[in-house]
């Protein structure tokens, strides 16, 4: 270290030479929670972490990492800070100097918490003391799987720590777009959330715009507002709302809501008494430590050299089509040391960037795009000099006459707040910034916005950047400081000259963004007038990156004529692009002439935009589509003001078009939860066991256990090829990089050893050994100190391949005849040649259902822990099933099974998805702790996981129906054909199952259907809630609608005169007892009025041209019991202990989320007749549950709770000579008795379902014990110029026998019902042509967010009388629950397809009988099914030329 002179003003840090105004001995400082930390790398402190890495370090392990890229919220926390300047959130009503935002750990990075407080789910409360918040979320039933759930307590704490008192449900709904959960549905979590809701509701459309900066016109932490109790109790389903009976009481004295019969729109009673929920206390939330309370913090000149360089990066890596790296560079280079460094004013950061600009210095600033470049696309900074809005000179807002001036690094919550707060009214000003604030309302997610940058964005310059249209149609001036240049003066650029190529921009190398200037002054000529309109349209609305959008600015005289144009558009080329023929063309055309309108369209779709078929990003007929759409609806809000006559064949009905977005209202609902419960002594609607462990962090999952000593970690290497040759595997650089321990491959098998797995077919391995078949297969793993290091060298480990020819989809499959062995065929009726032609009806067709990811929210993971002694290992494992994870991490090492326990403690989320790939990673992570002795850990990246875990199988069908002209069903032939994948894994069950499945509820005497699994290149494709049976009834309901439409007649009277009728036979011969689905149709027929929603539906339709509703109503039937008879089985184990008379079971079930636990405790507890306390169940392990089937196929509960009740009847039993009384005290001294009489206390208890099992010879047995039964009726509003959708109502009416507890199973239909929807609309899998699967993570693949929920969505279960259950066997005449609702979620795919025909009919295509809508139906699916004049036009030039190939690959 040197010293600074007056003739040197530099000092020297570690090598590194910085101003002198730097401390050579910087510190980091913050509080996490309630302790202060001081970091310096000279103690040894890595500084170079995400804030996610540090906090977990630290043992807070709440906080989570589900996919490291800012796309689920799992990894939430708050940051608190001192700040009272005018541009920030806090300042306008905020009497405290600091405010707190949430944001997304896994993309901060550790230095941005300097002077700050972070609290994590654990600061804020525990299990035994929890915050308010955790406390209505867990207990008002918002957390399965937990977890999601820190992230979601901490998104709602920034928002209620912030503006409590003044808080709209709309901000409410809003402040949770950051989060995902795929097991809730999300009702609950927005049900427990809104409870903190003060103010009334108002389904404005500017709700749509609201983030956290709202909260900036809120106050802090307040007691203002209502009594807290009052709003929890009033807000929680009950329609009657304040005049709740929960709240008021009921004259007569009498239960009054929770007693209520009703179906559909029964009133709430969740089982829990409100009042014993905390009241939310302002004044009681953890303090801001005063010690940092001041804004020196801020002024800091820090800086942070790493005490040795970490990791050889792969510098060479190559970037390929997908965005990710693959392998293949050098990895030798030990990297330079990395340092940080953080100026505290704008002077020592130019000084800083002039000093390393030449050595490649990064400014990075909310990280949230060079921290996925880290992270994704190995970028390695060596010098990252981190500048944020505590550089008061970049972080400003200034607003004047002329323009607003925008600080470069203010964060974009606090641009919204600013913009929002701004008191020019004038026109121009006004639409400028509603412009900004339309695009920045839907700029990703309230965490990401807290810290993301402008000029982050406008550096970055990505092609669908949400503001850099905005500057460029406005004409901002963007201004910089070139360090450099000698004179160090702000220099200017134009946003329209800017952006020259593929994220090239005119800045010079290591230029430094100041501020952004948006004029917002008129033009100067008399009497024109200016307009300025944002668009986005995205996958998703919430946190999600741009298809297209654009923001579209012009001029137009006094006397109609266009003096001026900008119509600027993301999406839709390498970069931010102008229209420049269309701008050109536009000027001095008169507005009011159709023909101006379209020969823009024309200009643009052919001159502008003329993307090709196979354009780079694809959708080229709806990319065209939207920036048309855009441009009309754009000249309909201007024709509209300026009160002129239009009308255009093109663009008919300009005026409605321009209001026809749309706008979501709060959401509500109803849950009908006490009349179906058995009446359990415990307790029917009892929260989930773990919830309140879940919602204050302490739930452990794999990777939260403590680290092990010696612990090391395993990472993957994996094919980058579909399939090729392994020419040469060489991890020779990655064992040089020091901490990497080993590299494990096949060839490590030990002797008796087996790579072969994968029941049934075991045609799978473990680790590739000559060629490889998919890309994401595992070559081998890479051993080493820690994840990081670990992965890097994973990435250092060279292959050579040589290609071989790949095979991707079902069609190109069947084309090459590329089929596993297995054909199963079921053939009911007819004999094979009769005759079609006999028939007055004959359809033929083909249905396509993409996959779908299973996107649960902790990725696989596990933990070996070797033993010193015979062999022994425990593996800890995130699966749903132990015993097969058990067997075959003992068949890779060749040991018996006896040596190796699976312990399983929960998962987070399986949904199918761990019912069999799991084992792919436990296994050669086995054989990695063996054979080094250590143990050995790993928890997958969501890339990786997305690569190696497999999908939901994509189905196509191609069919033949025959049927009457009133609409008889006669004769079925279908051909089903699923996508395997490489291995079979389980496809011949799922396929066997949606075989099974395709008759949904309907009688077709004549059926045939055989099944193909098509063997291709893609991952290994599994188990996924549902198992096929969704993929079977959506085959039959697309040919149901289109039977329909041929006849022109509603589907849902053709569904109700096919329906099956008591005792018939389906077509695999089984009698359907306790049928019950013509009931649910009737009664939900009644309950959610379908008729007159019918006919409401029709008279919107026929008065609304570019908004069309959509109805549906839809039956299920779903088979419950493995198909593979030998796994309808289930053992369990009871201890009793007779020192106090607790209770420890356990059985082979695993606990996912789905409440699978809680039920088996309060079965125990109500068979052995004691309090539900007594009894405990600590994990599922192989050790005392042995030969476990998986916990699938909704059996779970079926097979566990009798097998529980068998050792209870056994344990009551022995018992019963020393038990008169029921109670615990009698229960306590009758086991005391017993164990003094030498009784055994222990019992093991075993069930087999009885009498099913089909034959494939004979088509005969039963394949089902029985069938939950349910009904649908879903409504839909479409923007048909955009393809966007909300679901206005979804009623859902089941069928689940009497219910172990009500609560849990109305989350898991509402949660099966948000997959199922996710299914058949936006989650959409795609492939590139090289084979590289597309979608990898939340950036790419989209599953319902908050904000996709149904906007009213009602739960009702069948009950009474009219409920038939004589023939049901189970335990407590219960029925599984799981899997049966997923497929009524396609109740909103059929309700869009209804509001397509309308549109299709109005746009003339009503000749055309049938139309085809695969699934999903994505936006852009739903905008091209339209097929209106403009997407004829945007048609035009997309044509697909001879040999040409879609950028992307549709597997189905
Ligand atoms: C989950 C997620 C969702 C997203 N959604 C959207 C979306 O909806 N719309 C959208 O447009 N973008 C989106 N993004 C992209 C990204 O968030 C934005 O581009 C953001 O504004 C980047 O700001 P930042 O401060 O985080 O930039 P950083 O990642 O810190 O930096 C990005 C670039 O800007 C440079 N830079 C930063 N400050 C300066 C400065 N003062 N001078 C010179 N260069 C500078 C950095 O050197 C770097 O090259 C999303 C990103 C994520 C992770
Ligand atoms: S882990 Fe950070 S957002 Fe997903
Ligand atoms: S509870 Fe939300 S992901 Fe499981």
Not at 101 to 120: D, F, R, Y
Not at 294 to 310: G, N
């Amino acid at each position: 270290m040197s010293t600074a002179t007056r003739a040197n003003p530099y000092i020297e840090v570690e090598g590194f030479k910085v101003p002198s105004s730097f401390s050579p001995s910087s510190k980091l400082v913050f509080t996490l929670n309630r302790t202060r930390y001081q970091l310096s790398p000279a103690r040894g402190d890595d500084i170079d972490l995400t804030l996610l890495e540090f906090v977990r370090s630290k043992g807070f392990t709440g906080t989570k990492l589900g996919c490291g890229e800012g796309g689920c919220g799992a990894c939430t926390v708050v940051v608190g800070k001192h700040d009272n300047r005018p541009s920030s959130s806090s300042s306008s009503s905020n009497k405290a100097p600091y405010r707190y935002k949430s944001v997304n750990a896994c993309l901060l990075p550790l230095i941005a918490v300097h002077g700050c407080h972070v609290l994590t789910v654990e600061g804020i409360g525990s299990s035994e003391d929890p915050h308010p918040i955790q406390e209505r979320i867990g207990k008002l039933f918002g957390s399965q799987c937990g977890f999601c759930t820190p992230g979601i307590v901490m998104s709602l704490y920034a928002t209620v720590r912030n503006g409590y008192g003044h808080l709209t449900e709309e901000e409410i709904e809003h402040s949770l777009d950051g989060c995902l959960c795929r097991c809730t549905g999300y009702r609950p979590i927005l049900d427990a959330a809104k409870t903190f809701a003060t103010v009334k509701s108002s389904t404005s459309s500017d709700a749509s715009s609201t983030d956290s900066s709202s909260q900036s016109e809120l106050q802090t932490p307040s007691d203002e507002g209502q009594d807290p109790l009052i709003d929890l109790a009033t807000r929680i389903s009950c329609p009657k709302g304040a005049d709740c009976c929960q709240v008021k009481g009921t004259s007569d004295g009498k239960a009054g809501c929770a007693s209520s019969s009703t179906n559909a729109a029964a009133p709430h009673s969740t089982g829990v008494d409100l009042s014993t929920l905390k009241a939310y206390e302002p004044g009681t939330e953890i303090i801001f430590p005063p010690y940092l309370s001041k804004p020196s913090y801020d002024k800091q000149d820090l800086i942070f050299v790493e005490e040795k360089p970490e990791v050889g990066e792969d510098l060479e890596a190559e970037e390929v089509e997908g965005g990710n790296v693959a392998t293949g560079g050098t990895g030798r280079e030990p990297a330079a040391r990395q340092v940080w460094i953080r100026p505290g004013s704008l002077e020592t950061l130019v000084e800083c960037m002039k000093l390393y600009n030449g050595a490649g210095a990064k400014i990075r600033s909310g990280n949230t795009e060079t921290g996925i470049e880290v992270k994704f696309k190995h970028m390695r900074y060596n010098v990252s000099i981190f500048v944020s809005d505590h550089l008061e000179e970049l972080a400003f807002y200034r607003s004047t006459p002329e323009g607003i001036t925008i600080g470069a690094n203010l964060a974009l919550t606090d641009v919204a707040t600013n913009l929002k707060k701004d008191s020019n009214k004038d026109e121009y000003p006004v639409q400028v910034r509603k412009a900004i604030l339309e695009n920045l309302g839907y700029f990703a997610s309230n965490q990401i916005r807290n810290v993301a940058t402008l000029a982050g964005n406008i550096a970055t310059a990505s092609p669908i950047s949400d503001l850099n249209p905005v500057w460029v149609a406005l004409g901002a001036e963007l201004y910089f400081i070139d360090p450099s240049s000698d004179s160090r003066q702000e220099q200017s650029v134009n946003m329209r000259n800017f952006f020259l190529g593929y994220r090239k921009t005119a800045l010079p190398q290591g230029a430094i963004l100041t501020r952004l200037f948006v004029p917002t002054v008129q033009e100067p000529a008399e009497k024109e007038r200016s307009f300025v309109q944002a668009f986005k349209q995205a996958k998703r609305k919430d946190d999600d990156i741009a298809i297209v959008n654009g923001c579209l600015r012009m001029t137009v005289a006094a006397d109609g004529v266009i003096t001026d144009a900008h119509l600027a558009y993301g999406g839709m080329g390498p970069t931010t692009m102008q229209s420049k023929q269309t701008e050109a063309f536009l000027v001095g055309q008169r507005l009011s002439d159709p023909g101006t309108l379209n020969m823009a369209l024309e200009l643009l779709s052919t001159s502008d935009f003329p993307l090709s078929f196979g354009v780079p990003g694809g959708m080229p007929v709806f990319r065209k589509s939207l920036a048309l759409g855009f441009l009309a609806r754009f000249w309909g809000r201007i024709t509209k003001q300026l009160s002129l006559e239009f009308s255009s064949e093109t663009v008919p009905s300009l005026e409605e078009l321009a209001e026809a977005h749309l706008e979501r209202g709060v959401t509500k609902g109803s849950q009908d939860f006490e009349d179906v419960a058995v009446k359990q002594p415990s307790g029917s609607s009892v929260p989930h066991l773990s919830a309140m462990k879940q919602v204050t962090g302490e739930a452990i999952y794999i990777d939260d256990m403590p680290p092990v000593a010696d612990e090391l970690y395993g990472a993957l290497v994996q094919s980058t090829r579909a399939h090729a040759k392994l020419i040469k595997v060489d991890p020779s650089e990655a064992l040089k990089m020091e901490g990497v321990v080993d590299y494990i491959s096949a060839k490590d098998i030990p002797e008796g050893g087996s790579n072969i797995w994968c029941p049934p077919a075991m045609d799978d391995v473990f680790f590739a050994e000559g060629e490889v078949h998919t890309v994401g297969q595992v070559i081998g793993v890479i051993v080493a100190e820690n994840k990081r290091l670990a992965q890097a060298a994973a990435r250092a480990v060279k292959i050579e391949y040589e290609d071989l020819p790949h095979i991707l989809s079902i069609d190109e499959a069947i084309e090459a005849q590329s089929f596993f062995k297995a054909r199963p065929v079921i053939h009911h009726g007819v004999s094979p040649d009769h005759g079609w032609d006999e028939y007055e009806h004959v359809l033929e067709g083909e249905t396509r259902m993409g996959g779908q990811e299973h996107f649960y929210l902790e990725t696989n993971a596990c933990l070996i822990v070797p033993g010193k002694e015979d062999n022994e290992i425990e593996v800890f494992s995130s699966t749903q099933n132990p015993s097969e994870t058990q067997v075959f991490c003992a068949s890779i090492l060749g040991i018996p099974n006896n040596r190796v326990i699976t312990r399983v403690k929960r998962l987070g989320g399986g949904f199918g998805g761990k019912e069999s790939r799991t084992i792919s990673l436990a296994a050669p992570m086995t054989l990695a702790a063996y054979k080094l002795k250590r143990p050995v850990r790993c928890m997958l990246d969501r890339d990786e996981d997305m690569l190696l875990s497999g999908q939901r199988h994509p189905f196509q069908s191609r069919w033949k129906i025959a049927f009457s002209s009133s609409g008889k069903l006669l004769r079925l032939d279908a051909k089903v054909y699923n996508n395997g994948g490489w291995s079979q894994d389980l496809s011949q069950a799922v396929l066997e199952r949606a075989m099974f499945h395709i008759d949904n509820c309907y009688n077709i005497p004549d059926l045939r259907v055989a099944g193909f699994i098509c063997k291709t290149n893609t991952m290994s494709n599994t188990a996924f809630r549902g198992f096929g049976g969704p993929q079977g009834m959506f085959i039959c309901e697309d040919f149901m609608v289109k039977v329909a439409d041929k006849l022109g007649m509603q589907v849902e009277t053709l569904r109700e005169m096919n329906m099956y009728k008591e005792g018939e036979e389906t077509h695999f011969n089984q009698k359907l007892i306790d049928w019950n689905v013509p009931t649910l149709w009737q009664q939900i027929k009644t309950s959610a009025e379908y008729e007159k929603r019918r006919a409401e539906v029709d008279a919107f339709n026929a008065s609304h041209r570019w908004k069309k509703r959509g109805l549906s109503m839809i039956p299920t039937k779903f088979g419950i019991s493995f198909t593979a008879i030998f796994l309808n089985q289930a053992s369990a184990l009871i201890h009793v202990y007779h020192h106090d008379g607790s209770v420890l079971f356990s059985h082979g079930g695993t606990e996912m989320g789905q409440g699978l636990h809680t039920k088996m405790a309060q079965l125990v507890a109500t068979e052995l007749n004691i309090p539900l306390g007594m009894v405990h169940l600590m994990e599922t392990s192989t050790l005392t549950a042995a030969n476990t089937s998986p916990t699938a196929a909704s059996a779970s509960s079926d097979l566990n709770g009798m097998a529980l009740k068998h050792a209870c009847d056994q344990l009551n039993q022995r018992l019963a000579p020393f038990r008169k009384e029921g109670g615990k005290e009698a229960w306590a001294k009758a086991v005391h008795d017993a164990y003094f009489n030498r009784v055994s206390l222990s019992a093991v208890g075993h069930y087999k379902t009885p009498d099913i099992g089909y034959s494939w010879e004979t088509g005969r047995g039963d394949p089902f014990f029985y069938f939950t039964q349910g009904t649908a009726v879903s409504e839909v509003e479409v923007d048909t110029l955009t393809g966007d959708h909300r679901i206005v109502r979804a009623d859902i009416h089941m069928d689940i026998g009497r219910s172990i507890n009500p609560s849990i199973d109305v989350g898991q239909i509402e949660g099966a019902f948000t997959q199922g929807y996710g299914l058949t609309t936006m989650e959409e899998t795609l492939f590139l042509n090289n084979g590289q699967l597309a979608t990898r993570g939340p950036g790419n693949y989209k599953i319902p967010a908050f904000l996709d929920t149904p906007e009213d969505m009602r739960i009702s279960f069948l009950k009474g009388p009219e409920r038939k259950m004589e023939g049901l066997r189970t335990i407590q005449t219960s029925k599984g629950v799981g899997e049966p609702p997923l497929f009524l979620g396609s109740s909103v795919f059929f309700a869009l397809r209804d509001a397509i025909k309308s549109a299709r009919r109005q746009n003339r295509l009503e000749e055309e009988e049938v139309f085809v809508l695969d699934s999903p139906a994505t936006a852009e699916r739903i905008r091209t099914a339209c097929e209106d004049p403009i997407v004829r036009l945007a048609s035009k030039g997309t044509e697909r030329k001879p040999g040409e190939k879609g950028f992307f690959v549709s597997i189905f």
